[in-house]
């Protein structure tokens, strides 16, 4: 049995995408800052008989997401999904003229070199599998720079275009980096962006592996669909 791990867990997408996927058979490893809310999350997935367990570690914390992530592996199973969709601080979104260099640290710690800690603690045990799938989950700003929220728009550009590099480079592995772009609010009663319908989303991209981009639903004036 192969591990879906988790960075980002929360009440929302985070607990709708574990339980999409401990239903399809993988056990779940959850990584987040919080413990207690780790420990809630894992007993509500018991309950609908999902194996599950919490790690604790923050994205600016390098060796602890390390440490979580190689514990995840050891323990469930080898990791063979892994999802990187931590919430971003509300401090990373400042106008872009009230941005200095010393604010992008932050930010691009948070997107990029947790992201790129993350792939390289789970992909060794990919390899060894033949086969894996790594999901990046991000806002709109990551497409569509926004001004008003710079540091984040920078550090998911960036996160973007390391997410790309990988799809490239590990396709004739059967390693496939996807991307799902949510452009609003996650929504309980909203069609294409509530959290069940999120979840099924990237269940389906891990399951068809068709091209690297998507959207949960279209940004003003794109069509429908999958997009370069």
């Known amino acids: ?3 879906f791990a988790l960075i ?3 009440p929302g997408l985070g607990l709708a995408t574990a339980r999409r ?3 399809a058979g993988h056990t779940v490893a959850l990584i987040a800052r919080d413990a207690e809310r780790l420990e809630e999350m894992t007993a509500e997935l018991a309950r609908d008989g999902i194996q599950a367990r919490g790690f604790t570690a923050d994205v600016l914390d390098i060796e602890s997401l390390d440490a979580a992530l190689y514990a995840a592996a050891a323990d469930p199973g080898p990791i063979e999904i892994l999802q990187y969709s931590p919430v971003p601080s509300a401090d990373f979104m400042r106008p872009v003229l009230d941005t200095s260099a010393d604010d992008l640290d932050a930010p691009l710690a948070f997107s990029v070199n947790g992201a790129v800690t993350a792939v ?4 060794p045990g990919m390899r060894e599998l033949g086969r894996g799938t790594l999901l990046f989950v991000n806002g709109s700003s990551a497409v569509r720079p926004n001004p008003n929220v710079a540091g984040t728009s920078i550090a998911f550009a960036a996160e973007s275009a390391y997410a790309r590099m990988l799809h490239d480079t590990l396709a004739g592995e059967n390693i496939h980096a996807a991307q799902l772009i949510i452009p609003g609010a996650i929504r309980p009663d909203a069609e294409h962006s509530s959290p069940d319908a999120l979840a099924q989303r ?3 991209i891990h399951q068809q592996r068709d091209g690297f981009r998507h959207y949960a639903e279209p940004l003003p004036g794109q069509s ?3 997009h370069p």
């Open 224 to 226: 429908p669909g999958r």
């Open 202 to 204: 990237l269940y389906d």
């Open 120 to 123: 390289n603690a789970v992909l």
């Open 1 to 3: 049995m192969t591990t």
């Open 21 to 23: 996927f401990g239903s």
């Open 8 to 10: 980002g867990a929360g």
